[in-house]
T-cell receptor, first 115, second 114 residues
Framework: GAVVSQHPSRVICKSGTSVKIECRSLDFQATTMFWYRQFPKKSLMLMATSNEGSKATYEQGVEKDKFLINHASLTLSTLTVTSAHPEDSSFYIC???????????FGPGTRLTVL | QKEVEQNSGPLSVPEGAIASLNCTYSDRVSQSFFWYRQYSGKSPELIMSIYSNGDKEDGRFTAQLNKASQYVSLLIRDSQPSDSATYLCAVNQAGGTSYGKLTFGQGTILTVHP
């Protein structure tokens, strides 16, 4: 149980394009989904918290117009990196929380490379 | 600023030994504590969760929590080369809009050598 998937697992795009990453909870309904970014040899940094049917809450320093988050259902959240630039290249990981305050389960991550 | 601190290591132990990983946190009202294992290039995998003071054992893993000292640790008995990974300590913030968010430490790199 508690499986979270992400798609795509790897994406390479040109600078200026937009990339959409999907996060799905496969066997449970996620009250909340979280989006993290991880740079090489660094820990996970929370970007935003996403609740189904409401606007995402972004962490300080994260541009909400650049990283668009949509949480349309209890099993799907999407992160769109708009007008991507090389500095956006990173490992993006989502997690899902079936019950507030209880364990988060992580997706396998999406490695984004912007040329 | 709520912080979670770990020794970044690397921690190197011989196969079969006990690996001890430590973590301190600054937010005294934190309620839930987690240890995740992350292999290079992969996402974190939950190893242990602990919510009450004391020890919690699961197979070769034992988590220890001391809320008075704001300290949580992970012991890995009979360490195996496959345990070599980065271990992330995570703390669940409590209260208000922070409820449910995890704050991660920087991770401890563990190497188990044959």
């Amino acid at each position: 149980g508690a499986v979270v998937s992400q798609h795509p697992s790897r994406v390479i795009c040109k600078s200026g394009t937009s990339v959409k990453i999907e996060c799905r909870s496969l066997d449970f309904q996620a009250t909340t989904m979280f989006w993290y970014r991880q740079f090489p040899k660094k820990s996970l940094m929370l970007m935003a918290t996403s609740n189904e049917g409401s606007k995402a809450t972004y962490e300080q320093g994260v541009e909400k117009d650049k990283f668009l988050i949509n949480h349309a259902s209890l099993t799907l959240s999407t992160l769109t990196v708009t007008s991507a630039h090389p500095e956006d290249s990173s490992f993006y990981i989502c997690s899902a929380d079936g019950q507030v305050g209880v364990t988060q389960y992580f997706g396998p991550g999406t490695r984004l490379t912007v040329l | 600023q709520k912080e979670v601190e770990q020794n970044s290591g690397p921690l190197s132990v011989p196969e079969g030994a006990i690996a001890s990983l430590n973590c301190t946190y600054s937010d005294r009202v934190s309620q839930s504590f987690f240890w995740y294992r992350q292999y290079s290039g992969k996402s974190p995998e939950l190893i242990m969760s602990i919510y009450s003071n004391g020890d919690k054992e699961d197979g070769r893993f034992t988590a220890q929590l001391n809320k008075a000292s704001q300290y949580v640790s992970l012991l890995i008995r009979d360490s195996q080369p496959s345990d070599s990974a980065t271990y992330l300590c995570a703390v669940n913030q409590a209260g208000g809009t922070s409820y449910g968010k995890l704050t991660f430490g920087q991770g401890t790199i563990l190497t188990v050598h044959p």
